[in-house]
């Protein structure tokens, strides 16, 4: 199985300020078809996971522009550009290239 | 708006077979990959498995000897069977949808989730 290893596994952070997760992969997710199947989902409290990012950098449809996903080869980032209120949750990295699909163990953002 | 429902017993004995399906309402479940995935404070998110609308499917490895993944197409429904339960299968079951669009595959609908305790 390729193993998602996210750091760190909790970011206190100021209201206003970015936000960095990083998220590395066991191998390479590359799949047969050149592709990188590499999403960030954000779970708020009580709430199920919601994908934010595919493919390693495309925003999903209605999802902030404040948030960005960057990466290549087994290094990948998630990024909040100014922290709101509003993004307090965990922050799981998931990789769809190979069988079985895996996560990371999750990084709980939340406000200083 | 599309939507998904997870439906089961909410308690499940020890070596018995726990049972869940998922509903999809204002959508086709038609051209598809439908998956469960479970999470739990030990292990996190776990992808269980994907069936497709044809009924193809692909399991976990690691639970591949005691799932079982069926399709009702005329009824919008998925279902999962996890059989010999023990303790360490308490979790939290989601249904997701993997969407395929111009390349690009991603899990882009949830259900809530149902919480499924395994105890005697």
């Known amino acids: 199985d390729i193993v998602m290893t996210q750091t760190p596994l909790s970011s206190p952070v100021t209201l206003g300020q970015p936000a960095s997760i990083s998220c590395r992969s066991s191998?390479?997710?590359?799949?047969?078809?050149?592709?990188?199947?590499l999403s960030w989902l954000q779970q708020r409290p009580g709430q199920p996971p919601r994908l934010l990012i595919y493919?390693?950098?495309n925003r999903f449809s209605g999802v902030p522009d404040r948030f960005s996903g960057s990466g290549a080869g087994t290094d990948f980032t998630l990024k909040i550009s100014r922290v709101e209120a509003e993004d307090v949750g965990v922050y799981y990295c998931m990789q769809l290239t190979q069988f079985p699909y895996t996560f990371g163990q999750g990084t709980k953002l939340e406000i200083k | 708006q599309v939507q998904l429902q997870e439906s089961g017993p909410g308690l499940v004995k020890p070596s018995e077979t726990l049972s869940l399906t998922c509903t999809l309402s204002g959508g086709s479940i038609s051209g598809y990959y439908w998956s469960w995935i479970r999470q739990s404070a030990g292990k996190g998110l776990e992808w269980i498995g994907r069936i497709y609308s044809s009924g193809s499917t692909n399991y976990n490895p690691s639970l591949k000897s005691r799932v079982t993944m069926s399709v009702d197409t005329s009824k919008n429904q998925f279902s999962l069977k996890l059989s010999s339960v023990t303790a360490a299968d308490t979790a939290v079951y989601y249904c997701?949808?993997?969407?395929?669009?111009?390349?690009?595959?991603?899990?882009?609908?949830w259900g809530r989730g149902t919480l499924v305790t395994v105890s005697s």
């Open positions: 997701a949808r993997r969407a395929y669009f111009l390349g690009n595959w991603y899990f882009d609908l």
């Open positions: 191998q390479s997710l590359v799949h047969s078809d050149g592709n990188i199947y």
């Open positions: 493919k390693i950098s």
